[in-house]
T-cell receptor, first 110, second 115 residues
């Protein structure tokens, strides 16, 4: 089955700086890669996703890049704000189900 | 994005009782619903996948007789934890997916505490 690894597990950044989270996946058949933000006590919220036929996608301060050859994808958050503090999960989907990374706890220092 | 609700948001029950959690897709038809379990500071663990009108497919190691899943309509799925024990205490999250689309939309989760 699919195995997704995510790094780092924790990330502390100064407000206004950028945050980068990286994930690798094992199944070359995976074709959909979403990123979720989860706040304490809440369900995950889809923030951005990318399909395997696209190399990069951007939505305001959030961008995702995908390297199919190397089987890794990354989340970039620019101009971080305190409200960006949360746990972020990457995921990969090959057949019908998502395989999740272990999560990254992002803390934005004011 | 699409909206998924869960009810209840929190439940406390005594050991040996059964608890039902509802998951509803409010503004789309969820042909597939997924049930996850999440332990503190851990990732989401898929328990089972259900398609409307079909029996659920359980992941390895998940007891189907303990975690009963029903997906009777395109907008409602239920998870019943039968004969709950303290080790079943966890955060249970459902998600819905519409046919032909990749996206999964998650509910807000249900915190189950078994005393």
């Amino acid at each position: 089955g699919e195995n997704v690894e995510q790094h780092p597990s924790t990330l502390s950044v100064q407000e206004g700086d950028s945050a980068v989270i990286k994930c690798t996946y094992s199944d070359s058949a995976s074709n959909y890669f979403p990123w979720y933000k989860q706040e304490l006590g809440k369900g995950p919220q889809l923030i951005i996703d990318i399909r395997s036929n696209v190399g990069e996608k951007k939505d305001q301060r959030i961008a995702v890049t995908l390297n199919k050859t190397a089987k890794h994808f990354s989340l970039h958050i620019t101009e971080t704000q305190p409200e960006d503090s949360a746990v972020y999960f990457c995921a990969a989907r090959g057949d019908y189900k998502l395989s999740f990374g272990a999560g990254t706890t992002v803390t934005v220092r004011a | 994005g699409a909206v998924v609700s869960q009810h209840p948001s929190r439940v406390i029950c005594k050991s040996g009782t059964s608890v039902k959690i509802e998951c509803r897709s409010l503004d789309f038809q969820a042909t597939t619903m997924f049930w996850y379990r999440q332990f503190p500071k851990k990732s989401l663990m898929l328990m089972a996948t259900s398609n409307e009108g079909s029996k659920a497919t359980y992941e390895q190691g998940v007891e189907k007789d303990k975690f009963l899943i029903n997906h009777a309509s395109l907008t409602l799925s239920t998870l019943t934890v039968t004969s709950a024990h303290p080790e079943d205490s966890s955060f249970y999250i459902c998600s819905g997916g519409a046919g032909g689309r990749n996206e999964q939309f998650f509910g807000p989760g249900t915190r189950l505490t078994v005393l």
